[in-house]
C-alpha cells in the first residue's frame, strides 16, 4: 500500500495543499511563497527521499509566520497520515549533518507522543527576510501534528543559513530512517503492542 497522503488546509490567513510520499525519489514542488522556506523542504525532500508537492498561498505582505507555521502543521498531519498504523517501521531515526562550518543532530521517535526539544543558538536573526524564529515554530509544529518525539541539537556553526540547512537536511534523514519498514518488525516496534 502506497504510503503517501495529501492534506489541505484553508484559514483566513493560508490556503495550503500539500502532498507527501514517504517512499519517494526525492522530488519537490515548492510553492511556498517564503523562499528560504521553500529552499529547507527542497532539501528536507531530496535527503528524506521524500516526494512533496505544495502549494501554499498566505499573508506573507505580513510576514512569514502564518505560511510557515501552517505548513509545519500540514507536513506533520500529512507524515501522521501516509504511515497509517506504522507497522514494520523502525520507529526511531537519528542523523548527524555538518554543513561546512555548522554540525547539525536531529533524533526522532515516532512514538504518537508529541514533544519537541531544542538545543542550539543562532547567531543571526534573520536569513535574508527570513525570520529566524520561524525555525523553531515550524519544527514544534510539524512534531505537534505529526505526533513525533523530535530533538534538534545544533551542535555548532557561524552562519546561520549554513546551521538550519543542516537542522532540514538531517530532518529529512532522520525521518527516513525512523519511517524505513524493517522486515524484522512484527506489527509495531512497541511492547504496548500500539503506537
Not at 19 to 39: M, S, Y
Not at 117 to 122: D, N, Q, S, V
Not at 137 to 147: H, I, N, V
Request: proline content about 3%.
Amino acid at each position: 500500500m502506497a504510503r503517501e497522503a495529501t492534506v489541505t488546509r484553508t484559514t483566513n490567513e493560508t490556503s495550503i495543499e500539500l502532498r507527501l510520499a514517504i517512499d519517494g525519489e526525492g522530488k519537490a514542488e515548492l510553492e511556498t511563497g517564503v523562499p528560504f522556506l521553500t529552499h529547507m523542504l527542497d532539501l528536507f525532500a531530496k535527503h528524506g527521499q521524500f516526494d512533496l508537492r505544495i502549494d501554499a498561498k498566505g499573508d506573507t505582505h505580513i510576514d512569514d509566520h502564518h505560511t510557515t507555521e501552517d505548513i509545519g502543521i500540514c507536513l506533520g498531519q500529512a507524515i501522521k497520515e501516509a504511515l497509517g498504523d506504522k507497522k514494520g517501521i523502525k520507529r526511531y531515526g537519528n542523523a548527524f549533518v555538518p554543513m561546512d562550518d555548522a554540525l547539525a543532530q536531529v533524533v526522532i521517535d515516532l512514538s504518537n507522543r508529541p514533544h519537541f526539544e531544542f538545543r542550539g543558538e543562532f547567531p543571526a536573526a534573520k536569513v535574508g527576510a527570513f525570520d529566524v524564529e520561524l525555525v523553531h515554530e515550524f519544527l514544534w509544529k510539524l512534531a505537534l501534528e505529526a505526533r513525533m518525539n523530535l530533538h534538534v541539537i545544533v551542535h555548532y556553526g557561524r552562519n546561520t543559513h549554513h546551521m538550519i540547512e543542516a537542522v532540514f537536511k538531517a530532518l529529512g534523514r532522520a525521518l527516513d530512517e525512523a519511517t524505513m519498514i524493517d522486515p524484522r518488525v512484527k506489527g509495531v516496534p512497541s511492547t504496548k503492542g500500539m503506537l
